[in-house]
């Protein structure tokens, strides 16, 4: 939000109104990890202020598939939430300024409802805290920019990595994404053309990580709407070409204590201190079963491919783009100060994601794990049998197996609730029973505009 100091209805509505403002959207990301909204009219704001809008439960009981009510969710069409604002998210939408909008979490009966995303992932950061550890994150989003035609699905370009050619032809539109997410107040930072055709890479600034899984929500609207203003469609599908790069959303993260990051040590492996080797030996314990979190749709395993740099495989190396957690070096000391999760893509729900990682992160610290020797190679060179005895483990080759996996992690299923636990994997196995014989064409058909 422009003003912190003018934080109250009045000031807000008075500011809005001035700007031009007609709705306010309360943002809101769902279990299919479906971005969506309510909005109000600008004048009755200040009856909807502090309460926000109503939705059915039931919201949190959709597939990507269709607005159809799961009911292995243990949700039905009957009972009340409310999507109530964080007023410190407001921004006015650069691509459709008629509209402002703001984060929603998910109340029920007055309190912060069990099945809130949001209200999860402010669950796991309380826990780190009271561990005396914050974490800062940025989701790193790759997308492909596409022709909007009726029949066929044409990218925007032809070009490789990191293509001037690409960068000419993209340039209008990269441009009014990265001007439209800097009035939005994210800090973009590095721009390239990916190597898929038409494929783009962004990144932007790491913050703490409730504000980063917000940015996240913002960064997937912002590159959207923008996108449909220069009559493109831009999608962040995991895998759109079958035979093309597909798109990642690696999670980069460091652990702070206060004002020290406290991932660097140089007499640590690989310069990684002693508490960060134990949170990436965490993450990687639970892998497998956060996958059904962090790479959560029937699409995502097409993407998750040895050679294709999405961390095919449960390591962890300096500079290593093939394993699941990569420790990126920087050109000068203190190096390395953060770590990449690749297995994420932007099909997951950045709170639950980000929460899970967290929660299995934390669980490695608590228990000491050792996450072992760093891989300096690139395990998709070798037979399974060499990888057995280097001990390097496949990951999940569909969301089934994901879902097996997280059916047996009791880490993550007691973090998340019991509610929230069932309705999400409620929603997952509703997905994977209808998509999982499917062709690639009849994904990109429903996943195409949905992320
Ligand atoms: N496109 C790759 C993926 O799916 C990542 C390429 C890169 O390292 O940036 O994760
Ligand atoms: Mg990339």
Redesign the pocket.
Known sequence: MNSKKQNQPKDIFKRLKKNGTKFVRVLFCDNANIIRSKAFHIDVLPEHFHTGVSITVAQQALPVMYDAVISETGLTPVGEAWLVPDWSTLHTLPYTPTHASLLGDIFKDGSPWSLCPRTFLKRAIATAEKAGLQIKAAFEN?FYLLKSTSDSITPTDDTVFASTLGMNINCAVIDDIADALTAQEIQVERYYP??GPGQQ?ISIRYSDALQAADRQIIFRETVRGVALKHGLTASFMPKIFADQ????C?LHLSLWEGEQNIVPDSDGIEGVSKTARSFIAGILEHLPALMALTTPSVNSYR?IRPH????AFRAWGLDN?EAAVRVPSNFAPPSPTHFEL?TVDASANPYLALGSVIVAGLDGINRGLDVGEPVAIDPGNFTPAERETRGIDALPSSLGEAIAHLLNDDVLQNALGSELAQAFIGVRRAEWEAMKDMEIEEEVKILLSRY
């Open positions: 790759e990916e190597s890479e790069a597909g798109n990642g690696h993407r294709f740099w999405s961390g783009r690749k």
